[in-house]
Nanobody, 122 residues
Framework: QVQLVESGGGLVQPGGSLRLSCAVSGFTLDYYAIGWFRQAPGKEREAVSCISVSNGRTYFADSVKGRFTISRDNAKNTVFLQMNNLKAEDTAVYYC???????????????WGQGTQVSVSS
């Protein structure tokens, strides 16, 4: 059974940092891409970042480029989203999702975690 569990969310002041983790089970990261998405109240879900195995590339939304990094530890079956210089507009529920095509194509994500809340406020 494919399962993804996010953790690491919380309340942080503007300019602060958080590291989100996405622990996966039921499959190995070797053959999947993992994406991070977020959804703020009253807004549509937004793709934030993705890390692919097939081409070794990482992708970031323009709004987080230079502030967020994504990495994976295949031995621990975990993907991390390091978020630095957080802004109020980063406040959202963050979800990770698995893409079995390993391409980070938005239509390929089929399994999702339950989400973790990130709040940026002074």
């Amino acid at each position: 059974q494919v399962q993804l569990v996010e953790s690491g969310g919380g309340l942080v002041q503007p300019g602060g940092s958080l590291r989100l983790s996405c622990a996966v089970s039921g499959f190995t990261l070797d053959y999947y891409a993992i994406g991070w998405f977020r959804q703020a109240p009253g807004k549509e879900r937004e793709a934030v970042s993705c890390i692919s195995v097939s081409n070794g590339r990482t992708y970031f939304a323009d709004s987080v480029k230079g502030r967020f990094t994504i990495s994976r530890d295949n031995a621990k079956n975990t993907v991390f989203l390091q978020m630095n210089n957080l802004k109020a507009e980063d406040t959202a529920v963050y979800y990770c999702a698995a893409d079995p095509s390993s391409t980070c194509w938005i239509g390929s994500f089929g399994s999702w975690g339950q989400g973790t809340q990130v709040s940026v406020s002074s």
